[in-house]
């Protein structure tokens, strides 16, 4: 960015030393423009990757722009392109663009919405990259859509470029109508109009394949970052502890990444308004050059007294009004639509959970309990929903009104002087487009006032998503359990609950290798928090569990994880299928007191709702005899089978895995004789429990 500002910067020097040879105020007034935007453009450096394309674009344009601006006044532009020559303020326009940009990176909703953005465009990864005609080939992700993004800026200033240019033909069209001039009405529908407006639709066409093409890119890329954030590290258990505001991890992934980058039902997310407001600003001063231009037609009096710019200053406070007017309105719309897809995620999140637990619901005959919870839930819905609507009447009331308006006014301006025969009718209608196109820019607040309440309400909730993963990382830091150069597991650690409460100190506590042990004591006495501490996965904790380096641990739970898809696969998780043959797979599930599952390994069903509890849970035995890990702990991962079968469990257990260390929680006595030693948990005066040894019966 600075060898780009420091290029700006030569060019204003130019610029200023063609005013002062020229006597030219103009120049001076480009070359004031170009030195501000070369010292943004030179502290860029340091905005936001995102916004840095548009910074670029804007100060190459400036230069570009400006160059021909030069050649013009130096009389050096070719008299055969005198028809092409670009307006006086465009490379003006286009420094106060570059300007405008760095000056809204330091607003703080802007940075926080660049900040996601940039996930994707400081990436490293490489995407594939088919340009028709050529072959396949692997680029950094990021110059990809740097590259579309460049063409689609591009190709919306140059849209704007020809609505203008149809603006005029339409123009001396309405005059041709007017004047009962023919032949001049054909010429300007055959040979202006027709071939304008076919280069604009195929212009349009490209921009759309363009436009969509980034998009899927960019939420494929993002998704992916945040599905990742959210599994990596074992975030995902730690955020659902940290708890608070956010709710529904999956339903921010799922939808709040679309409606960040496309809108989802909208249609306006960052990309569209970023894209949008570059064609609303070009729209903008062009067409208030029009407009500017026009009002010098419209006199006062005999003396034909003008008033510069006129129109343009009527669309400026008519558009001022309507933006503060809709502000006052609008303001609790992003909170109300925030709540509103809090609410939504939590109503679909609890019509899952009733199908996931469908069986235990019948059996207790919950189901009045369950639509009664649902109906609470969607009340809430309702109610919201009903707030969302008493706010967005006033808010159609006055944007209708508004709008209405806007149609009359230009005519109601400029009726006057085309009945007193000042104006044609082909100008009043330019007027009316001109008009028309610079409220809407000026307006942009208002019309989008909806959407914009929405996107940033999405903004907050992917926000709070990442804040929430950032104290999931505090907290995951804080996990006890160590790799240490031992050969047993030594715990010097006290486990509190998440609301502070201590429950657990374990501080001369040691799991030798070999011995297997039982772990037992009332509920609520922490065995289950003591084994996830061992795991990983339990962060509030002090002091640590130190584990042999290089073991491989595996904790069993009382309810096991069960996937959708095939049988195999059920039972490799977490490994893939193809990690195992079919016959170790057969194998383990044999062994596991399954063999009529077998027969149905490449059946793909929701396995956890198929199978019964003590099934599911030897499902999971399966996978630690595939897993061979050196130390098992089960968390009463036995509890749903009988004491026949639990006893077969464990002696296939010790017979399959002599190398496993087994390390059970159990409630049952008949437990005692697969175990070496007994550890029960026992109360402490602070009301702690303690691990101590017990003396097997």
Same mark, same amino acid.
């Given at each position: 960015?600075?060898?780009?500002?420091?290029?700006?910067?030569?060019?204003?020097?130019?610029?200023?030393?063609?005013?002062?040879?020229?006597?030219?105020?103009?120049?001076?007034?480009?070359?004031?423009?170009?030195?501000?935007?070369?010292?943004?453009?030179?502290?860029?450096?340091?905005?936001?990757?995102?916004?840095?394309?548009?910074?670029?674009?804007?100060?190459?344009?400036?230069?570009?722009?400006?160059?021909?601006?030069?050649?013009?006044?130096?009389?050096?532009?070719?008299?055969?392109?005198?028809?092409?020559?670009?307006?006086?303020?465009?490379?003006?326009?286009?420094?106060?663009?570059?300007?405008?940009?760095?000056?809204?990176?330091?607003?703080?909703?802007?940075?926080?919405?660049?900040?996601?953005?940039?996930?994707?465009?400081?990436?490293?990864?490489?995407?594939?990259?088919?340009?028709?005609?050529?072959?396949?080939?692997?680029?950094?992700?990021?110059?990809?859509?740097?590259?579309?993004?460049?063409?689609?800026?591009?190709?919306?200033?140059?849209?704007?470029?020809?609505?203008?240019?149809?603006?005029?033909?339409?123009?001396?069209?309405?005059?041709?109508?007017?004047?009962?001039?023919?032949?001049?009405?054909?010429?300007?529908?055959?040979?202006?109009?027709?071939?304008?407006?076919?280069?604009?639709?195929?212009?349009?066409?490209?921009?759309?394949?363009?436009?969509?093409?980034?998009?899927?890119?960019?939420?494929?890329?993002?998704?992916?970052?945040?599905?990742?954030?959210?599994?990596?590290?074992?975030?995902?258990?730690?955020?659902?502890?940290?708890?608070?505001?956010?709710?529904?991890?999956?339903?921010?992934?799922?939808?709040?990444?679309?409606?960040?980058?496309?809108?989802?039902?909208?249609?306006?997310?960052?990309?569209?308004?970023?894209?949008?407001?570059?064609?609303?600003?070009?729209?903008?001063?062009?067409?208030?050059?029009?407009?500017?231009?026009?009002?010098?037609?419209?006199?006062?009096?005999?003396?034909?007294?003008?008033?510069?710019?006129?129109?343009?200053?009527?669309?400026?406070?008519?558009?001022?009004?309507?933006?503060?007017?809709?502000?006052?309105?609008?303001?609790?719309?992003?909170?109300?639509? !925030?709540?509103?897809?809090?609410?939504?995620?939590?109503?679909?999140?609890?019509?899952?959970?009733?199908?996931?637990?469908?069986?235990?619901?019948?059996?207790?005959?919950?189901?009045?309990?369950?639509?009664?919870?649902?109906?609470?839930?969607?009340?809430?819905?309702?109610?919201?929903?009903?707030?969302?609507?008493?706010?967005?009447?006033?808010?159609?009331?006055?944007?209708?009104? !508004?709008?209405?308006?806007?149609?009359?006014?230009?005519?109601?301006?400029?009726?006057?002087?085309?009945?007193?025969?000042?104006?044609?009718?082909?100008?009043?209608?330019?007027?009316?487009?001109?008009?028309?196109?610079?409220?809407?820019?000026?307006?942009?607040?208002?019309?989008?006032?909806?959407?914009?309440?929405?996107?940033?309400?999405?903004?907050?909730?992917?926000?709070? !998503?990442?804040?929430?993963?950032?104290?999931?990382?505090?907290?995951?830091?804080?996990?006890?359990?160590?790799?240490?150069?031992?050969?047993?597991?030594?715990?010097?650690?006290?486990?509190?609950?998440?609301?502070?409460?201590?429950?657990?100190?374990?501080?001369?506590?040691?799991?030798?290798?070999?011995?297997?042990?039982?772990?037992?004591?009332?509920?609520?006495?922490?065995?289950?928090?003591?084994?996830?501490?061992?795991?990983?996965?339990?962060?509030?904790?002090?002091?640590?569990?130190?584990?042999?380096?290089?073991?491989?641990?595996?904790?069993?739970?009382?309810?096991?994880?069960?996937?959708?898809?095939?049988?195999?696969?059920?039972?490799?998780?977490?490994?893939?299928?193809?990690?195992?043959?079919?016959?170790?797979?057969?194998?383990?599930?044999?062994?596991?007191?399954?063999?009529?599952?077998?027969?149905?390994?490449?059946?793909?069903?929701?396995?956890?709702?198929?199978?019964?509890?003590?099934?599911?849970?030897?499902?999971?035995?399966?996978?630690?005899?595939?897993?061979?890990?050196?130390?098992?702990?089960?968390?009463?991962?036995?509890?749903?089978?009988?004491?026949?079968?639990?006893?077969?469990?464990?002696?296939?257990?010790?017979?399959?895995?002599?190398?496993?260390?087994?390390?059970?929680?159990?409630?049952?006595?008949?437990?005692?004789?697969?175990?070496?030693?007994?550890?029960?948990?026992?109360?402490?005066?602070?009301?702690?429990?303690?691990?101590?040894?017990?003396?097997?019966?």
């Amino acid at each position: 960015m600075q060898r780009l500002g420091a290029a700006v910067a030569v060019f204003a020097a130019l610029t200023l030393a063609a005013g002062v040879h020229l006597g030219d105020a103009n120049l001076f007034l480009l070359a004031a423009a170009a030195g501000l935007c070369a010292f943004t453009t030179w502290r860029s450096a340091t905005i936001s990757s995102f916004l840095k394309i548009f910074v670029s674009i804007f100060s190459v344009e400036t230069i570009v722009f400006g160059a021909v601006r030069l050649l013009e006044v130096e009389g050096l532009w070719p008299a055969s392109l005198a028809d092409y020559a670009l307006p006086e303020s465009m490379s003006l326009t286009v420094a106060v663009f570059s300007i405008i940009v760095f000056g809204l990176s330091h607003i703080p909703v802007v940075r926080e919405m660049t900040r996601i953005a940039d996930l994707y465009f400081d990436t490293q990864d490489r995407g594939e990259l088919h340009i028709w005609g050529l072959p396949t080939f692997r680029v950094r992700e990021p110059l990809i859509a740097v590259a579309m993004i460049v063409t689609l800026v591009l190709i919306s200033q140059g849209l704007v470029g020809v609505s203008v240019r149809l603006s005029f033909i339409r123009r001396d069209y309405y005059t041709a109508l007017q004047e009962m001039n023919a032949g001049e009405f054909w010429r300007l529908f055959l040979f202006g109009f027709t071939p304008w407006a076919f280069v604009h639709v195929v212009v349009a066409v490209i921009d759309y394949v363009l436009q969509s093409t980034l998009i899927i890119r960019w939420r494929q890329w993002l998704t992916q970052h945040y599905v990742t954030r959210w599994l990596g590290g074992r975030r995902h258990y730690a955020m659902a502890l940290v708890g608070g505001v956010t709710d529904n991890p999956d339903q921010r992934i799922a939808e709040d990444v679309n409606r960040f980058i496309d809108g989802g039902d909208s249609g306006y997310g960052i990309y569209s308004y970023s894209i949008l407001l570059i064609s609303k600003l070009s729209s903008l001063v062009s067409y208030s050059i029009v407009l500017w231009d026009i009002s010098s037609a419209f006199t006062f009096f005999e003396a034909n007294i003008a008033i510069p710019g006129l129109l343009f200053w009527a669309a400026l406070v008519y558009a001022a009004i309507g933006t503060v007017t809709t502000h006052l309105i609008g303001r609790p719309l992003t909170s109300l639509l !925030f709540e509103k897809q809090r609410r939504e995620a939590d109503f679909r999140f609890s019509l899952a959970r009733l199908r996931e637990y469908g069986e235990q619901i019948a059996l207790l005959r919950g189901e009045g309990a369950e639509g009664a919870s649902l109906v609470r839930r969607f009340g809430a819905i309702v109610a919201n929903y009903f707030a969302i609507i008493d706010l967005r009447k006033k808010l159609v009331s006055f944007t209708a009104t !508004f709008n209405q308006l806007s149609i009359i006014i230009p005519f109601v301006l400029t009726a006057p002087f085309y009945f007193a025969g000042k104006i044609k009718f082909g100008v009043m209608r330019q007027t009316a487009d001109a008009f028309d196109n610079v409220e809407t820019a000026l307006t942009f607040f208002v019309d989008y006032y909806v959407f914009l309440s929405d996107f940033r309400s999405v903004l907050d909730r992917l926000a709070s !998503f990442d804040a929430a993963a950032n104290r999931a990382d505090e907290l995951n830091a804080a996990q006890p359990a160590t790799r240490a150069e031992r050969r047993d597991i030594a715990f010097d650690v006290k486990l509190a609950l998440p609301d502070g409460r201590r429950i657990v100190e374990a501080t001369s506590l040691e799991l030798a290798p070999g011995e297997s042990a039982l772990l037992t004591g009332p509920s609520g006495s922490g065995k289950s928090t003591l084994f996830r501490a061992v795991a990983g996965i339990w962060p509030y904790s002090e002091g640590r569990i130190e584990i042999p380096e290089g073991a491989k641990v595996m904790l069993l739970p009382q309810r096991p994880y069960v996937p959708i898809g095939s049988l195999a696969r059920a039972v490799a998780y977490p490994a893939e299928p193809e990690t195992y043959s079919r016959h170790e797979i057969a194998e383990a599930l044999e062994a596991a007191r399954l063999p009529g599952f077998v027969a149905h390994l490449e059946e793909e069903s929701n396995w956890g709702q198929r199978l019964s509890g003590g099934e599911q849970q030897r499902v999971a035995v399966a996978r630690a005899l595939l897993a061979e890990p050196d130390w098992l702990f089960l968390d009463e991962a036995t509890s749903a089978l009988d004491e026949k079968l639990e006893g077969e469990i464990y002696a296939m257990l010790r017979e399959r895995l002599p190398n496993t260390t087994i390390v059970s929680i159990g409630h049952r006595s008949s437990l005692l004789a697969f175990h070496q030693r007994h550890i029960a948990m026992e109360q402490e005066a602070d009301g702690t429990f303690a691990p101590r040894e017990a003396v097997l019966a």
